[in-house]
């Protein structure tokens, strides 16, 4: 059974604090997606220094489409992210990034757009632990997903076995058959589950449909 993680894109800290809202009875983690209006189009409200405050106890992790992102992955470590992904289309820098963790390298992981080839990470795949694959171009939410998205997670789980593999983008109870079988750990889902009219009912049908993979 996969990890069902409810994505947080909101261009307010209102919009914020509703989608934590609507998730906060059944998350055991939200992913928070952090958009700078420049390695993608979307801008979001995410303020690190203001996680703690408004999710309590609920443990989060950080998805950077941000330019430049080894400026902000040890700021999103040290406002307590359980996990920092950063996209291997913003920088050349990941092992420089991963040093900078300071012991904490397991926290930091990698994702890889649809159009991406996997020979971007296959030369330094053992520097992660995980990897997470889009399903969708990122920028904005409720986008189709693409099945390309399927056949990466199936390399990778074949290239390192022990691999963390996430998915975030276009999770629907259609298709995480394929992505289980596929190798995933992880399913990520935004508006399907933020922007449905019931929520948690949202939740619990991909997670029947997982259970019956």
């Known amino acids: 059974m996969p990890q069902i993680i409810p994505a947080i894109l909101a261009a307010t800290e209102e919009e914020f604090r509703q989608k934590v809202d609507r998730v906060k009875s059944f998350a055991t ?5 952090v958009m700078d209006g420049f390695f993608v189009n979307n801008t979001t409200w995410a303020e690190p220094e203001k996680m703690k405050n408004i999710l309590g106890d609920l443990p989060f992790e950080a998805h950077l489409m941000v330019a430049a992102p080894e400026h902000l992955v040890m700021v999103w470590l040290a406002a307590g992210a359980s996990r920092v992904f950063f996209h291997a289309e913003s920088t050349t820098r990941d092992e420089l990034i991963v040093r900078s963790a300071e012991g904490q390298a397991g926290r930091v992981g990698i994702t890889i757009n649809p159009e991406t080839p996997l020979s971007r990470l296959s030369h330094n795949i053992d520097l992660f632990q995980s990897v997470m694959v889009m399903g969708v171009t990122p920028g904005k ?3 189709s997903f693409q099945p390309i998205a399927a056949e990466k997670i199936a390399a990778l789980r074949q290239l390192r076995p022990s691999l963390d593999i996430y998915v975030d983008g276009g999770v629907k109870t259609g298709n995480v058959d394929r992505l289980i079988k ?10 399907a589950l933020t922007d449905a009219p019931d929520p948690l009912q949202a939740w619990r049908d991909i997670k029947n449909a997982c259970a019956d993979c």
């Not at 995933?184 to 508006?191: A, D």
């Open 29 to 33: 983690l939200v992913h928070i997606d």
């Open 141 to 143: 939410s409720g986008q």
């Open 182 to 191: 596929a190798g995933v750990n992880s399913l990520v889902i935004g508006s």
